[in-house]
T-cell receptor, first 114, second 117 residues
């Protein structure tokens, strides 16, 4: 069975601090995809990144970066120089190769204080 | 490009009543998903369609929930009869197929907040 764990329920930081959101996953598949989604207070989930299991290169997009480590089954997300607009719930998710069994983690609520 | 549309945005019903939600995916997206998100939790997949066929409905409570996707476009999700524990946000998402394979990035609608009293 597939499972995604986000151990941090809530995180609070002060604006301009860096923050890392942890994601640990479980799967028996060798091919799978990992995702991060953002859910701001408005409620609509916004896609941030997709990573397939064969690509362990870290990725940076502006203030966002992702660290995928297959050896530890982790896909962590770092926001550099956080801003108030980053306040949201962030979900890590996992899907099997053929697009089935999409599983979301429980989410981490990030509060960035001015 | 228009996003995923859902209606209604809010619904309040009494237990044992029935309710239906509607979703219009992004044009050209072959795959459509319905999720249930209970307050404080991550979304839980209820059903996944590819065109008008069901790919995965393993977590759909089939004794009370039903869903259909007419002509591979719009979809409706129905609950009959509703229970208190069905209070949640119901999210619809869609994704396209690239090079014959699911693109997997899902685009979500604003959701329908259901309150069962």
């Amino acid at each position: 069975a597939q499972k995604v764990t986000q151990a941090q329920t809530e995180i609070s930081v002060v604006e301009k601090e860096d923050v890392t959101l942890d994601c640990v996953y479980e799967t028996r598949d060798t091919t799978y995809y990992l995702f991060w989604y953002k859910q701001p207070p408005s409620g609509e989930l916004v896609f941030l990144i997709r990573r397939n299991s064969f690509d362990e290169q870290n990725e940076i997009s502006g203030r966002y970066s992702w660290n995928f480590q297959k050896s530890t089954s982790s896909f962590n997300f770092t926001i550099t120089a956080s801003q108030v607009v980053d306040s949201a719930v962030y979900f890590c998710a996992l899907i099997r190769n053929y697009g089935q069994n999409f599983v979301f983690g429980p989410g981490t609520r990030l509060s960035v204080l001015p | 490009e228009a996003g995923v549309a859902q209606s209604p945005r809010y619904k309040i019903i009494e237990k044992r009543q029935s309710v239906a939600f509607w979703c219009n995916p992004i044009s050209g997206h072959a795959t459509l998903y319905w999720y249930q998100q209970i307050l404080g939790q991550g979304p839980k997949l209820l059903i996944q369609f590819q065109n008008n066929g069901v790919v995965d409905d393993s977590q759909l409570p089939k004794d009370r929930f039903s869903a259909e996707r007419l002509k591979g476009v719009d979809s409706t999700l129905k609950i009959q009869p509703a229970k208190l524990e069905d209070s949640a946000v119901y999210l619809c998402a869609s994704s396209k197929i690239e090079s014959g394979r699911l693109a997997y990035e899902q685009y979500f609608g604003p959701g329908t907040r259901l309150t069962v009293t």
